[in-house]
């Protein structure tokens, strides 16, 4: 079996503003590289976090099947919303604890579902 590692990063000039994202996808097979593959795309207007979401859902988009994925992320944005923030937003109709709406919900489930179809 293939073992994936997907590098994402995202930016923007401004914040809103120009942004781009970019993933390189890395196949391993007995910890060797036996492909690499490089995405990257980009909006007119958008933010930095949507980025960073945007690289990581393209990540999982471009996995043809279910497979082992290793996501390497800069983005704490990212990291502790799908591994912590996204149960108790879910759990309070998506709003944070101080209870406001989560900043792009329809980006988190995207990311949710891609994530869950992987398992």
């Given at each position: 079996?293939?073992?994936?590692?997907?590098y994402?990063?995202?930016?923007?000039?401004?914040?809103?503003?120009?942004g781009?994202w970019?993933?390189?996808?890395?196949?391993?097979k007995?910890?060797?590289?036996?492909?690499?593959?490089?995405?990257?795309?980009?909006?007119?207007?958008?933010?930095n976090?949507?980025?960073?979401?945007?690289?990581?859902?393209?990540?999982?988009?471009?996995?043809?099947?279910?497979?082992?994925?290793?996501?390497?992320?800069?983005?704490?944005?990212?990291?502790?919303?799908?591994?912590?923030?996204?149960?108790?937003?879910?759990k309070?109709?998506?709003?944070?604890?101080?209870?406001?709406?989560?900043?792009?919900?329809?980006?988190?489930?995207?990311?949710?579902?891609?994530?869950?179809?992987?398992?």
């Amino acid at each position: 079996m293939l073992d994936i590692e997907a590098y994402t990063d995202g930016a923007c000039s401004g914040n809103p503003g120009i942004g781009g994202w970019g993933v390189v996808l890395l196949a391993k097979k007995n910890g060797v590289v036996i492909n690499r593959r490089e995405i990257a795309g980009g909006e007119l207007n958008s933010t930095n976090n949507q980025m960073e979401l945007r690289a990581a859902i393209e990540a999982l988009k471009a996995l043809k099947r279910q497979t082992k994925i290793t996501l390497i992320t800069d983005s704490v944005y990212v990291q502790k919303g799908i591994s912590e923030w996204l149960p108790n937003w879910k759990k309070n109709n998506w709003k944070t604890a101080s209870k406001k709406l989560v900043k792009n919900k329809e980006l988190w489930q995207e990311l949710e579902v891609l994530a869950l179809s992987l398992i």
